[in-house]
């Protein structure tokens, strides 16, 4: 049973194939077919009701002939000749048709209507449309006329009352042939939008490749997530991640079971705030850091998540960034602990340095002994603060005591200590200030702004030109401008430059002496009395700061 059953589930996905899709042999015999079977059920008739025409040589040519034009449908290599060669064979129906009527009008009437199938296979081809109509009249007129002719039959009633098949006809031809050209416009239709569907998928499929050769050679992890939380892409990096994060014991852990920590490194990350569990939730954020793993395997990781909206704004899901950024937090670590460890030692020194001057000092000391002492405990004193306050940004604590203060004082003694400098540097530095301005600030951290502002001001004025320091009250605030015509600074370098130990490139070039904390103490200076100080700068044009503090 089984090869009968394969037999016939081949046959009928034959026949269900889109005609055009057919072999051109195997698309000939079909149209032949329906006139094939048509002629052997006419046979049957001729041979049930009126066997004497069996007998009859115009009539039994009608059915050898059918039987040949089958066999040449088979037997032609269709595939080798002119592409519309076929369209013989449509020619030779009529042919075959108009002898079988003559051979057999007499027993069944009608025969002529078989015109019908070579008509419609003309008009259905879509070739030479305009012959195809002509044909389509002209042909079965000839069917019927062609015997009256050679009967000498040519009287008027004769030729007419045979006209209604040809007219018939070629109205069947008009109907077939217009709705093959529309059709033949739908599937051109059809196929340049296939084609052009096919393009697209091409080059959807081409970017697809492109952007996943470019997700598993980045070496940051991304991982996208749909609304429900499900991994819909995660990249080779990411996996690494996750499998850093996996308990030992657990194959397939869930996220509330991944080892996720906070930057203690030992208290876990509750579920709610992990990254992933964030951006399920839609939340957008940048540099979230958590440490993955346990161990020494363990892994300081910044995360940033943004979400993802279909064409309704509606949310669909999140794409998560992962950046092993182990190496940055342990040299920033060290760094700090570096900073640390010498600003402790650098302040014991300092402390007996100061006791011992303080020790001559008592002493009375001749008068060309006292100013050097002074300048000694003076400076000793400045270093230590600095040292204090490199310990106290570095542990985000800084403490200063305000107190009424005549800040235009501040700024006119700022201003002359730094004279000295300004002159040997040939930068014209003057003050403009009130004659007086109070506010409620610390006094020695405020002059330690300006000192700061004022230092860098001349010394990135290499060759020469102008510094201004102004002061004015805005708005309840006591603003600071130092303005210079100096080197200047370019976008990045004005992003980065209240950051410790930052210098910028043009500074480092040309090798103009400083490490770089001189600006973030200031910033936090100001920070502490409550405001705020920002920079303004052209690359070779000059720079401005400007700080604001409440009165």
């Not at 025969?111 to 389509?136: E, H, K, N, Q, T």
């Amino acid at each position: 049973m089984t090869e009968p059953v394969a037999w016939a589930t081949g046959r009928l996905r034959f026949f269900r194939r889109p005609f055009h899709e057919y072999r051109l042999t195997d698309r000939v015999v079909l149209s032949q077919t329906p006139l094939f079977i048509t002629t052997l059920l006419t046979a049957f008739l001729m041979w049930a009701f009126f066997p004497g025409t069996m007998d009859n040589p115009l009539f039994v040519t009608f059915l050898v002939s059918q039987l040949a034009i089958m066999a040449l449908c088979f037997l032609v290599p269709w595939d080798r000749l002119p592409y519309t060669s076929f369209l013989v064979i449509p020619l030779l129906d009529f042919v075959s048709i108009g002898v079988g009527r003559e051979g057999g009008q007499e027993s069944l009437t009608g025969i002529s209507l078989l015109s019908v199938f070579p008509v419609i296979w003309l008009c259905a081809s879509g070739y030479f449309p305009r012959a195809s109509l002509w044909l389509s009249f002209l042909a079965p007129l000839a069917i019927i006329w062609v015997p009256l002719f050679i009967h000498g039959d040519l009287s008027g009633p004769s030729l007419a009352k045979s006209l209604l098949l040809p007219v018939m006809m070629l109205g069947i031809g008009v109907s077939v042939s217009v709705l093959t050209l529309s059709m033949m416009r739908q599937q051109r239709t059809l196929e340049e939008k296939d084609e052009q569907l096919q393009a697209s998928l091409r080059g959807t499929k081409q970017q697809e490749a492109l952007l996943n050769s470019v997700l598993e050679t980045v070496n940051i992890g991304v991982l996208a997530v749909d609304a429900e939380g499900h991994d819909i892409l995660m990249n080779r990096k990411q996996r690494a991640n996750h499998e850093l994060a996996r308990p030992t014991d657990i194959e397939d852990p869930n996220e509330t079971q991944l080892l996720v920590f906070a930057a203690d490194r030992t208290t876990s990350v509750p579920p709610g705030e992990r990254p992933v569990r964030r951006a399920v939730l839609g939340e957008t954020f940048t540099d979230y850091l958590v440490w993955l793993g346990e161990g020494k395997s363990q892994r300081a990781i910044t995360t940033s998540a943004r979400a993802m909206k279909d064409a309704d704004g509606q949310f669909a899901g999140s794409v998560v960034v992962f950046s092993d950024v182990t190496d940055l937090v342990n040299a920033l670590a060290a760094k700090d602990e570096f900073v640390s460890s010498v600003s402790h030692e650098f302040r014991t020194p300092l402390t007996s340095i100061l006791g011992y001057v303080e020790i001559l000092l008592e002493d009375e000391p001749r008068d060309d002994q006292l100013e050097p002492l002074t300048i000694i405990r003076r400076n000793s004193e400045r270093l230590l603060t600095l040292v204090s306050d490199l310990l106290a940004t570095r542990n985000g604590q800084l403490i200063v005591t305000p107190h009424a203060v005549d800040v235009a004082e501040l700024v006119r003694a700022s201003v002359s200590a730094a004279m000295p400098r300004a002159d040997a540097a040939r930068v014209v530095l003057k003050a403009d200030a009130p004659a007086r301005l109070d506010a409620h600030v610390d006094g020695p951290r405020i002059s330690q702004v300006l000192d700061n502002l004022v230092s860098n001001a001349i010394k990135y004025s290499p060759d020469g030109g102008n510094v201004v320091v102004s002061l004015a009250q805005e708005d309840g605030q006591v603003a600071c401008r130092v303005s210079d015509t100096g080197m200047g600074m370019s976008t990045g370098d004005q992003a980065e430059v209240f950051a410790k130990f930052f210098r910028t490139s043009s500074v480092r070039r040309t090798a103009i002496p400083g490490v770089g904390l001189g600006l973030p103490i200031s910033k936090a200076i100001v920070e502490a009395h409550g405001g705020t100080i920002e920079v303004e700068s052209k690359l070779g044009q000059g720079t401005t700061f400007t700080f604001r503090v409440p009165v």
